[in-house]
């Protein structure tokens, strides 16, 4: 069964990072492009930064570039969002997605991280 | 950044009704729509990829249409487990935007 699980959601203070991780399971995730998507309470979706299979390229939104970046380790299964410099306004439920096709649609989510940004 | 503009951005409607949810793009897309369903407390899971391909597992009743600019959802005969929130999203080039949502609600 394909599953990917965040972790490492919580309450940060405004200016400070935290980084968040995604465990990724049931398929080949060397193949797969990754991707996060965060919803803030109340809100719609937004993108927020992918990563290649092999890890050489990455994209961001523009809110958050130079303070957040993507990583994977193929050996570890795993995806990265290191945030720095947070703001009130990057509080929300992080997701992580598998894409499929290229380029594709996301058709496996995880459950989901909150993070919320507060003094 | 391509726009995405979905409408209505709330719906009523009955069980048995048909919907139709529409998506429109501020620039051509060709086929990279995708079409999701998001349920409170849960995360979105998706129905439709390449405008018109329904994804597996999901009901027949969904059905998706459209390219270049304009994408249209339908559900063919509304299901108590339907009512939700539906997003539409690019895939053509990040940053791969989503629609505001259209919140489909019990009549």
């Known amino acids: 069964e394909v599953q990917v699980v965040e972790s490492g959601g919580g309450l940060v203070q405004p200016g400070g990072s935290l980084t968040l991780s995604c465990a990724a399971s049931?398929?080949?995730?060397?193949?797969?492009?990754m991707h996060w998507v965060r919803q803030a309470p109340g809100e719609g979706l937004v993108w927020v930064s992918r990563?290649?299979?092999?890890?050489?390229?990455?994209n961001n939104a523009d809110s958050v570039k130079g303070r957040f970046a993507i990583s994977r380790d193929n050996a570890k299964n795993t995806v990265f969002l290191q945030m720095s410099s947070l703001r009130a306004e990057d509080t929300a439920v992080y997701y992580c997605?598998?894409?499929?096709?290229?380029?594709?649609?996301?058709?496996?989510w995880g459950q989901g991280t909150l993070v919320t940004v507060s003094s | 950044d391509i726009q995405m503009t979905q409408s209505p951005p709330s719906l009523s409607a009955s069980e048995g009704d048909r919907v139709t949810i529409t998506c429109r793009a501020s620039q051509s897309i060709g086929s990279y729509l995708n079409w999701y369903q998001q349920k409170p407390g849960k995360s979105p899971k998706l129905l439709i990829y390449?405008?018109?391909h329904l994804q597996s597992g999901v009901p027949s009743r969904f059905s998706g249409s459209g390219y270049g600019t304009d994408f249209t959802l339908t559900i063919s005969s509304l299901q108590p487990e339907d009512f939700a929130t539906f997003y539409c999203?690019?895939?053509?080039?990040?940053?791969?935007?989503f629609g505001q949502g259209t919140k489909l609600e019990i009549k």
């Open positions: 997605a598998r894409e499929y096709g290229a380029p594709g649609h996301f058709d496996s």
């Open positions: 390449a405008a018109s």
């Open positions: 990563i290649s299979s092999d890890g050489r390229v990455t």
């Open positions: 999203q690019h895939s053509y080039i990040t940053p791969y935007t």
């Open positions: 049931g398929f080949t995730f060397s193949s797969h492009w």
